[in-house]
């Protein structure tokens, strides 16, 4: 691994359309290191586009996305993780599945086994590593897939709505998972519906409407003082439409 | 009727008895049938998975002569080998016409289409669910083969079964290259075939039995080992 950090990560004039359908319009933003960042915004703001487009899995209509680091695109996404509201699991034990992704980055039999066996031990899956990832419950598979991000020790983690289907415990879980991506200096990026857990976890919230970026603030200054009209009813919970 | 329960009992008395004749014809069918199916999968498992994910230009007509390719007529795959392989044919010195391993080249042909084709379908719909948690986890088109192939094991299996299906139940490849020689390349299609247009109904039928119980057997055992497996990995 070379030294220099692919972030921060700037977002400029980024637009993303669809059948002549504009998703997402003119988001300009700049992540940086070590930071929690939440988006938010009522169904189809075009959060998880977001995600996406910064992630590389989709290519923006318009507009740049530009890292710290000029790294082939592969060593960029090797940096990367992504979490899925459904994760999809291999159909392989639990411990394979943690072992994939650095099987693919070539990392060596004997390393990988040490290292899937120490994150599935971290997201306390060590009892499962032998089970067949696909019988997990939902909540232990949204865990595997954090374990199979953390396995790569990536810069940056985007979890897209990780806890929409999951039950307070294993809510609990993810929220946990997320301080522990925090703590060990990985950008945080995660979309979700859930308010009270943005005020928890958050440290700057990306406040998305109808596909514009309507507010990039301390998570502070949300919450107490949403400039937008928009924003306010949000969180008022009345329908943004 | 009277054909009917004559081939029934006949048949009976035909296992029972343990014919060698009999034996050496299922044995050399299972053979011809089995490697044919696995020399096919070993090309054609790749060969659809990476139809399936490459994107080339000209791959919509190969997709195309796959899926058309799947129903070769077996007598036209027969004479095209039996031309290769003649004495006066380019493949002529190998000396391999009228014998079994011709039949396994015939019927390699024959569903190798069918394998590539229907695992390009397979592994197109698991890319389909499996693309962007693959491309996240920095798994390229390339790489993408044999873990969906791995994935795709059990449906596979189906696909293997279909090929295996057709090899076995095939008369035409197999008789045009491989001769119907007694002792030496009669397998069960050729040997009903041959019983058929001697007049003996009843011993063609009672083959015929024989080959359609085989099937059933063959498939029953791959459909439990695969249900088993499957139930353990969900």
Redesign the interface.
Known sequence: MTAASILPLSLSGLSYSAAGQSLLEDVTAEFHAARRILVLGPNGAGKSLLL?LC?G?LAPSHGTIRWNADLPR?EL??R???V?QR??M???TALANVE??LA??GIGRAERRHCATEALAHFGLASLAQR????LSGGEQQRLALA?AWVMRPEIIYLDEPTSALDPAATYAVEQAVQDFHAAGTTVVMSTHDLSQARRLADEVLFLCRGRLLEHVPASAFFEAPASAEARAFLAGELVW | MTDFSAALSLAGSLVFQLDHRLIAIVLLSLRVSLLAVALASVFGLPLGATVALARFPGRNAIVLVLNAFMGLPPVVVGLTIYLLLSRAGPLGPLGMLFTPTAMVVAQMVLILPIIAALTRQVVEDLWE??S?????????RA?AVP?LL??G??RLATVILAGFGRASAEVGAVIIVGGNVAGFTRTMTTAIALETSRGDLPLAMALGLILITLTIAVNGVIQLVSQHARR???
């Open positions: 996406r992630h899995l592969r996404r090797r990367q993780a992504m899925f994760p999809v291999l159909r392989r994939y992704p693919l980055a067949p990832a696909r019988v199979r | 669910e499996y962007e948690q693959l491309r996240s986890l920095g798994c390229g790489q873990t791995w994935d094991r059990y353990g990995m969900g």
